[in-house]
Structure formats: structure tokens, C-alpha cells
């Protein structure tokens, strides 16, 4: 059951790459609002506006869902149980600003880990310059007394200037360099000054956590009259452990886990109950690692059960401790796994009833535990589940493909991967199964993971597994139609909103072509997908929206009034332009408006009024910040801004919205929301199927070509008709806003490099894509057309779209994926209007979502291009 993970996430790196600058602008909030904590030493929150976003910026690795259940998990205990974090001297010494931010989203959201850090490098650096070879035995530095005084030195040096770090991103941290191991000499004769640590005392550590500041200790011992000793930071770790018994034990390495000795890969997870004599027997588990998995076995064995070690990079911490697919290898000791065929197989009835109880039908009085019990006595089945059965799976062989038909667990055999456990051992035993989910169930996209393929019909969500022919795919999905037609829709929960009476539910759309794919969840079979977040085809609103355009004189904001002048449910009741003030505004039927300066306090007084629904924001970047804080201020209850600028799109306060790939829920739920630009938009959706093929070290290249219309009405080289005869301009070779905008959102780099030529409207992306594994073109296009089924503004097609064919167009078309002979490298071309989909079209998109509107209303779907 052991399982190995691909490479760790970019997008996590991605998000931690803004996490210095985050922490740095509310660093001053923090130093005057330092947190006190009660006598039991669990933490008092953080000023709102810091941890608000820090746990915005904990979303951009993870789900709202799974930030918050973690963060509830892990502050269930006393502050000091929380974490033992054991850092390598080389990670102080090459990534302490990454080490400080990721130290500093764990204090800003009220846990305080304790610190150990060591610092051998350093040490070795020294011994060298002075010209003393460092001497070990069975791996342990003989320590004499020169080699002490470097080692204290050394120690002394590296903790502060982690702490100095930390208090620069606003964290209180206390250096604690003595007083918390007692030792005596572990051989005096063969390793000198090097310890075996006979008692810790952590009053030290509580003593700083209490008084608000993080505990930053080293692996230095003393004596019981005083000699200061050496102890390996790995031993001190393992004794601070076993003192502690905190959830989580972290080991900061630069490889980012434990990897497999025969394929290269990082070792996701290690359950040490049911794996361990396994494990151990591999042949490449050997040396290092053999000793590593035992020292963590023999430290697991007598901590609580809730216990883990995870061995995993600095870059990856918050992914490993806030969302359920981590990012390291999480090694825990779990349980070992049961099997039954037979209801008196179970050694505890009212175990098994209680699990049972988890199960959304019986909690809804559909059924009962005793008549579903009574049911299976009669039928053949197999049960699965861990000795407590925190989770549950019971498979029925009664029909030709197996039903998995009860799959429950607790959030602790979610959190702790008992799910993905219960979930191998019955994958070894059945080639193929079916099984239905609620559309509304949490852990949906857990399913959609495991499955081959899906199929939706009212409120439930059909899955199979292992099913590679079309006929048995047809069955199944007739079978399941004509069940769940004559059930009533499932209860679900809905968001509200206080404008009208809309709400707002999930949904998805379910695409019935088979696709052929090449490896992960592409296999060889012939499969059918589900795109995770399809569309909202129905809006629930029909109450009118007042929209007020600030900026209304550029090629974007006259776009967008002609969409709203044919749209049933918006009216424009301001446009507001500098230069044109005081002018008709043409093209717009529906009432006589003239263009309108609006100062700031005419905008408060709107806003404090409710007299607007909508703003939208077409002004040059850097531009409105001051009409969006005095909105902020003035807030009326149901008012949402659309900023069509860069100004917000690194904001993790604001949605970003692309509707593509981004949760519609969330847009719909949004009150501000960043437009994306246009280059970024068409790069985005041509990169995105692909990042999780991207060649680790590499980055995708982006030669971008837009019309003039892109360089705005204000004269200048890049639109004069004459400087672009015949001609085309290159512009921000490096760092342009796109690059930056395309990379956060992906969380991959990119490089992209704009062009200007001497058409008027359209972008024309060519895009070259570096591959980690073989793939063929058609692989690489079923994937598109996969991930895209049911998108109505995108278009997938075999060849490589022009860019004429898109001006004045409504959607992006990705196309080409000409793959290099050697499966290397794909290159896709994409092309999108500027002026529609890569900002009117789509600000329409946003405010249909946020206004509970049909996503498409107002939007001519008839001139969007068809493969």
C-alpha cells in the first residue's frame, strides 16, 4: 500500500513566493498586536487582518475546506503540541527566507511550532578555513574541545539569524540555546564531547510560547554540572518528541521526502503497521534509509497514535500541513487493515453500527442500520476498513461490475490518509467497480481522483473504475439514469446571497465522449470525465443590476456597454470618463446617459446610498485604488467590483476570476474580483491540462502577438498604424506583468515575451511546453478536450488556430499540440480577442457569477468559434 507521489507542487511554490511580501506589509499589524496566550498555553488570535491573509494565501495551495479543518485539527491541542520542526543547517544557511516565511503563515495563524535546528555545514565551513579535517565514527562528529568551541559558536550564530529573520516578517521568536537537554557523555573516550540526553525539560519552551513568541532551540546539551555537549539535531528532535507528543513532527530536507530506491520518486505516504516488515524487506531500503525508517518507527511506537513525522522541504510545508494530498512523505503509524466477508467476522457490532452511521442515507432515515445490515446477510460482499473503522468500505459482488456501496470515514481517517489505505487494498482485489456520491459530498474531487470516469444525473454522481468498454460504460450510465430518475434530488446545502433572492448551488456537466489517454489518470482505457467545474447554465436572479462603468472611454468599456445594452437583467446607470464628460453616450439604448466625471465623494455618497450594484473598473493600472478603498468603506450589503486592471490579480484578498479555472462557487460568492488580462487569460487556459507534465527545472515559453487595440486610445508607438506597417514590436522583454500574472496563478514560471503587430484586434499565442513523460498528440488533445467539456467560450481543435478567425469573437481557441519527435516538448497555439474574452466578455462572465445571473447571459454564444 505504500504510495509514491509525483514531484511536488509548483503551484505551492508559486504561493509561497508571495508569502515574504504578504508577511512583510502586515509585519507591522502583527508587532502591535502581539498575541498572549491563556495558562494552558493554546494561542489568542491574530489580528483579523493578518490572519485573514495568511489564510487566503494557505487557499492558493488548497481548498477553503481543507485550510480550515486542518487549522481546527491542529489547534485542538495546547500550543506546544501542535509541532516539533527539525531544521538542517543548510536550509538556514540556503533558504532562510524561504524557512522564515514558511515559519512566519504558521505564527500569523495562531500555531506556534517549536523549533530545533542544527547546523553542521556551518560548522564544517569553519573547521576547514582553520585547517581541521572533521572526524566522525559510525556518522557522529568526534567532538573535542576546539571543535566544541566551534560548535557553540556555530549554533549561537545560526539561531539568531533565523530569529532575526523571523522578527523582520513581524514574528516574536525567542532564541532558547540552553537549559532544555540534560546529557551525559554517550563515550567519553570514542566521541568525546557528544551527548545521549537523559532528560528535557520544557519549561523553557512553554515559558516562550506562553509569553507569545516562537521557541528557536538548538540540539546543544549540558551536564549536570554544566558541560556543554553536542547531540545530533535528529536525536534532540526525537527526545524533544517524546516529551512533547506533538501532532506533527517535521523534518526539513532539501529532497522534499523519502524517495523510492527503484523509481526515483518521493514516497507520498508510509503507514508503519501495515507496511513496515514490508517495507524493510525491499531491497533498496538499505543504509541511511533503513536506519531513518526505524529510528521514526521506534519514536511513533510510544506517541500517541494521532502522531506523524513528515520528512519534506521548506518550499512544501504548508502543502504538506493544509491540504489532504500533501506534499512530502508523511510517515505515520496507522493501523493495520481488516478484511470481511462475513457480518460475524466483526469483533464489535455497535463498532460496525457506528461507522454506519456515518453514512449520509442512513442519516437521512433512508434506510436504517439494521434493515442494511439484514441486507447484507442475505448478499455477497466484502468489507474493508481500519481496526477502529474510522473509515468504512463495503463492496457488493451481486452484480456484474462490483458496487462499492458504502464508503464512510471519519475527518481523522480523512486527514490521516486511511482513505487512500482502504482505497489500494480494494483496488488489488476488484479490476473494476462502480459507486454513486452526492454531488454536494465534501470530498467529491477525492472521488473524482480515484475514478476513471463519471456521470452526472440529479444531485448524484455516478463513478467508475477499471471499466474500459463503451457498451459496459453504457450500461452502467442507462442503469444509474433510470434509478436515480425516479429519486427525489438530494438535500443539499446552498449559499445565499443578500441581493434578490438567488442562491447558488455546485453543479457539473458531464462529457460522453471517450478519450484515450497515455498515463496518470489518462491510461489506456477509453474513458469518460467529468470537468470539475463546468458552467453555470442556469442563473437563479431575475432582479435588475445597476451597473457603474469608472473609465468608460477605452476599446474595453464601449465592448462592455454594447453586452449590456442586450443583456435582460443589467442596466448602466453611470459612465463615468474624464475626457468625455458632459457627452451622450452612443450605442447604449436603453436610457439616455451622458458621461459623467465621478470624484471620489460622488462615489461614497453612490455607494453609502446603494444606488449601485456593480462597479466596473476600466482604468489604467495604478489607477483606482482610491475609488475601491472609499467602496470598501462605504460598503452597502450586496455591491460587487470588477477590476479589469492588474492592481488586484495579486491580491489574495480578491477572487481572481477566470471562470474556467477557477470554482465558479467562489466567484459566485466573490464582492471583489480581478479581471484577468487578456495575454494572461489565453496562456493560462492553453497551459493549465498540461502543468502536471511540465519537465521539473523547466518553464513553458509564451511568444505572445496582440493587436493594436492592446495599447489602449492614448497615442503611442505601439498603435501608430505607420510604426507597424509591415512591422512588429517587441515590448517588456522580461518581467511583464502577464509573465508574473500567469505564473502565480499557474504555479509554474513561465516566460513570455509580448509582441505588438498591425492588426486591430486578436492575440495569437505560441506556446512551447517542455514534457517530464512521453506523450503523443492526440493524447494531448483528448486531454484538452476533457478538461474543456461543457465550456462553451472554448474551443479545441486539431489544428493551430489563426488569429483572424478569432477577432470579435467571444471565446479562446487552443489548438496545434505539435509534439517534437523525441515526446519532449508540445507546442500549442491559442488565440483570443483582447477586447472580449480577454476582458469585456469576461468581466460579463464575473458579474453574471457574482449577480446569480446565467453565466452567459448577455453574451452572443453564436459568434464563439466551433472545432
Not at 195 to 218: C, F, H, N, R
Not at 481 to 507: C, E, H, I
Amino acid at each position: 500500500m505504500l504510495r509514491v507521489a509525483g514531484k511536488c507542487s509548483l503551484r505551492s511554490r508559486a504561493a509561497m513566493a508571495t508569502v515574504s511580501v504578504a508577511l512583510k506589509q502586515s509585519a507591522r499589524l502583527a508587532a502591535s498586536g502581539r498575541r498572549t496566550a491563556v495558562a494552558s498555553y493554546s494561542s489568542a488570535p491574530q489580528p483579523l487582518s493578518t490572519r485573514s491573509t495568511v489564510v487566503q494565501l494557505l487557499d492558493n495551495i488548497g481548498s477553503k475546506r481543507e485550510v480550515e479543518q486542518y487549522l481546527k485539527y491542529f489547534t485542538s491541542v495546547s500550543s506546544q503540541q501542535f509541532a516539533v520542526i527539525k531544521v538542517g543547517g543548510a536550509v538556514i544557511t540556503d533558504q532562510l527566507s524561504e524557512l522564515a516565511s514558511a515559519l512566519a503563515f504558521l505564527y500569523h495563524v495562531g500555531l506556534y511550532p517549536v523549533v530545533l535546528h542544527g547546523t553542521g555545514p556551518q560548522i564544517n565551513d569553519i573547521l576547514e578555513r582553520e585547517g581541521v579535517t572533521p572526524d566522525y565514527i559510525d556518522g557522529i562528529r568526534i567532538t573535542d574541545s576546539r571543535t566544541m568551541s566551534v560548535v557553540r559558536r556555530c549554533f549561537l550564530e545560526q539561531n539568531l539569524k533565523l530569529v532575526e529573520a523571523l522578527e523582520q516578517l513581524g514574528v516574536r521568536a525567542r532564541p532558547i540555546t540552553g537549559g532544555v537537554f540534560t546529557a551525559d557523555y554517550l563515550d567519553r573516550e570514542k566521541y568525546d564531547l557528544v551527548g545521549k540526553i537523559t532528560s528535557v525539560d520544557k519549561a523553557p519552551i512553554e515559558a516562550s510560547i506562553q509569553a507569545g513568541a516562537l521557541p528557536i532551540l538548538t540540539s546543544l546539551a549540558e551536564t549536570t554540572d554544566g558541560q556543554i555537549l553536542n547531540v545530533n539535531a535528529d536525536v534532540a528532535a526525537g527526545e524533544l518528541a517524546r516529551v512533547i507528543e506533538p501532532l506533527k513532527i517535521a523534518y526539513l530536507n532539501e529532497k522534499g521526502g523519502l524517495l523510492h530506491g527503484e523509481t526515483g520518486e518521493r514516497i507520498s505516504v508510509i503507514n508503519l503497521d501495515e507496511e513496515y516488515d514490508t517495507l524493510m524487506q525491499q531491497p533498496w531500503v538499505k543504509y541511511g534509509t533503513k536506519l531513518k525508517i526505524k529510528e521514526i518507527k521506534d519514536l511513533l511506537t510510544y506517541l500517541p497514535r494521532s502522531s506523524s513525522v513528515t520528512i519534506i522541504s521548506v518550499n512544501d510545508l504548508q502543502k504538506e500541513l493544509f491540504t489532504d494530498s500533501g506534499a512530502g512523505t508523511l510517515i505515520r503509524r496507522g493501523y493495520k487493515l481488516l478484511t470481511r466477508d462475513n457480518l460475524d467476522q466483526f469483533e464489535s457490532k455497535e463498532g460496525l453500527r457506528a461507522a454506519l452511521e456515518r453514512d449520509v442515507d442512513i442519516q437521512e432515515q433512508n434506510t436504517s442500520v439494521a434493515s442494511y445490515l439484514r441486507q447484507l446477510e442475505g448478499s455477497k460482499f466484502r468489507a474493508y476498513g481500519d481496526e477502529p473503522l474510522d473509515v468504512l468500505a463495503i463492496v457488493r459482488e451481486d452484480s456484474e461490475i462490483p458496487v462499492l456501496d458504502k464508503f464512510v470515514g471519519t475527518k481523522n481517517g480523512w486527514l490521516n490518509n486511511v482513505t487512500d489505505n482502504v482505497w489500494s487494498a480494494i483496488t488489488k482485489d476488484y479490476a473494476k467497480l462502480q459507486w454513486v456520491v452526492r454531488e454536494e459530498d465534501e470530498n467529491a474531487a477525492w472521488h473524482f481522483a480515484k475514478a476513471d470516469g463519471s456521470f452526472v444525473k440529479n444531485g448524484r454522481i455516478l463513478f467508475w473504475y477499471g471499466v474500459n468498454d463503451t457498451k459496459e460504460i453504457s450500461k452502467l450510465i442507462t442503469d444509474f439514469t433510470t434509478k436515480v430518475s425516479a429519486l427525489p434530488p438530494p438535500k443539499v446545502r446552498v449559499a445565499a446571497r443578500q441581493s434578490g433572492s438567488y442562491q447558488q448551488v455546485r453543479s457539473f456537466s458531464t462529457l460522453r465522449r471517450p478519450v484515450t489517454g497515455a498515463m496518470g489518470h489518462y491510461s489506456s482505457k477509453r474513458l469518460y470525465h467529468t470537468n470539475p467545474n463546468p458552467p453555470r447554465e442556469k442563473g437563479t436572479n431575475t432582479h435588475k443590476s445597476r451597473v457603474a462603468l469608472i473609465g468608460a472611454r477605452g476599446y474595453t468599456g464601449q465592448a462592455l456597454i454594447e453586452m449590456i445594452n442586450t443583456h435582460p437583467y443589467l442596466e448602466l446607470a453611470h459612465v463615468s470618463s474624464r475626457e468625455l464628460e458632459g457627452k451622450k453616450l452612443s450605442g447604449y439604448t436603453k436610457a439616455q446617459i451622458t458621461y459623467e466625471n465621478l470624484q471620489i465623494e460622488d462615489i461614497e455618497q453612490l455607494e453609502k446610498s446603494g444606488a449601485v450594484d456593480v462597479w466596473v473598473m476600466a482604468l489604467p493600472n495604478g489607477v483606482c485604488k482610491p475609488f475601491v478603498d472609499v467602496i470598501e468603506r462605504n460598503r452597502s450589503d450586496s455591491s460587487v467590483i470588477i477590476d479589469l486592471s492588474a492592481d488586484y490579480r495579486f491580491d489574495s484578498s480578491w477572487t481572481y476570476g477566470l471562470p474556467e479555472l477557477v470554482e465558479r462557487a467562489k466567484l459566485a460568492e466573490a464582492r471583489n474580483i480581478s479581471n484577468p488580462g487578456c495575454y494572461a487569460t489565453a496562456a493560462q487556459l492553453a497551459i493549465s491540462p498540461l502543468v502536471k507534465y511540465i519537465q521539473p527545472g523547466t518553464q513553458p515559453t509564451i511568444f505572445g502577438v496582440s493587436g493594436y487595440s492592446g495599447a489602449g486610445t492614448k497615442p503611442s508607438p505601439k498603435n501608430d498604424v505607420n510604426n507597424l506597417r509591415d512591422n512588429i514590436i517587441p515590448y517588456s522583454l522580461t518581467d511583464h506583468i502577464h509573465e508574473r500574472e500567469v505564473s502565480a496563478q499557474l504555479g509554474t514560471p513561465v516566460a513570455f515575451t509580448p509582441h505588438v503587430a498591425s492588426w486591430f484586434q486578436g492575440i495569437s499565442h505560441t506556446i512551447s511546453i517542455p514534457l517530464k513523460e512521453k506523450l503523443t498528440s492526440r493524447d494531448i488533445r483528448n486531454m484538452y478536450q476533457d478538461r474543456y467539456a461543457g465550456e462553451k467560450l472554448i474551443t479545441v481543435t486539431g489544428e493551430a488556430p489563426l488569429v483572424r478567425d478569432i477577432s470579435g469573437k467571444h471565446g479562446v481557441v487552443i489548438g496545434g499540440f505539435g509534439v517534437s519527435s523525441k515526446q519532449d516538448r508540445v507546442v500549442v497555439v491559442a488565440t483570443i480577442d483582447n477586447l472580449l474574452k480577454g476582458a469585456a466578455t469576461q468581466c460579463l462572465q464575473n458579474i453574471n457569477l457574482a449577480r446569480g445571473y446565467n453565466e452567459y447571459e448577455g453574451i452572443p454564444i453564436d459568434t464563439v468559434i466551433r472545432g
